[in-house]
T-cell receptor
């Protein structure tokens, strides 16, 4: 257990569906991240939030919409996805300002878009 | 551009030693991380290097040479549970900011009895 939880663990959706991924961290961190992990590819950073403010959006398509209501919770809203969006979506949290402050990851949501 | 290279897959024998290399070319450098990821699980932190040299932590050691853009993870006395992917990541922004990590694609390590 890393202190970061994600739900659901698995999700299958059609291209016209709307769904949301949820992430919660119990570590008192103030930064949260969404990553996409595809097979044999590096982790792709999607969004970064610091103290609930979005500070990074790495050219992610608008069909992915993040929401961070507080420092402990992070959502990723999905709509009209494409089959190539099928991947493992990882949430992470960290506490900037400390040297060597690693990111703590959740177990991920395995997303399949049909 | 930003680039991190690691071997795609390695195989080693239980009880042996294995070295996983990572080379990087990035626009900035504020430390290098190694993470372990078992199949279907979250990546977990193994080590952090910001200065040149070797950091030892039990069976695992990590080495950094900033002038060469090179790091390695050394795993000793290999156990079957060490079968996992090992991810190398470089932090390219300052420590007091939300930091961007540039990730390698990971090295899948297979341990054989």
């Amino acid at each position: 257990e890393t202190g970061v939880t994600q739900t659901p663990r698995h999700l299958v959706m059609g291209m016209t569906n709307k769904k949301s991924l949820k992430c919660e961290q119990h570590l008192g961190h103030n930064a949260m991240y969404w990553y996409k992990q595809s097979a044999k590819k590096p982790l792709e950073l999607m969004f970064v939030y610091n103290f609930k403010e979005q500070t990074e959006n790495n050219s992610v398509p608008s069909r992915f919409s993040p929401e961070c209501p507080n420092s402990s919770h992070l959502f990723l809203h999905l709509h009209t996805l494409q089959p190539e969006d099928s991947a493992l979506y990882l949430c992470a949290s960290s506490r900037p300002g400390l040297a060597g402050n690693e990111q703590f990851f959740g177990p991920g949501t395995r997303l399949t878009v049909l | 551009g930003q680039n991190i290279d690691q071997p795609t897959e390695m195989t080693a024998t239980e009880g042996a030693i294995v070295q996983i290399n990572c080379t990087y070319q990035t626009s900035g450098f504020n430390g290098l991380f190694w993470y372990q990821q078992h199949a279907g699980e979250a990546p977990t932190f193994l080590s952090y290097n910001v200065l040149d040299g070797l950091e030892e932590k039990g069976r695992f050691s990590s080495f950094l040479s900033r002038s060469k853009g090179y790091s390695y993870l050394l795993l000793k006395e290999l156990q079957m549970k060490d079968s996992a992917s090992y991810l190398c990541a470089v932090r390219v922004s300052p420590p007091d900011s939300n930091y961007q990590l540039i990730w390698g694609a990971g090295t899948k390590l297979i341990i054989k009895p």
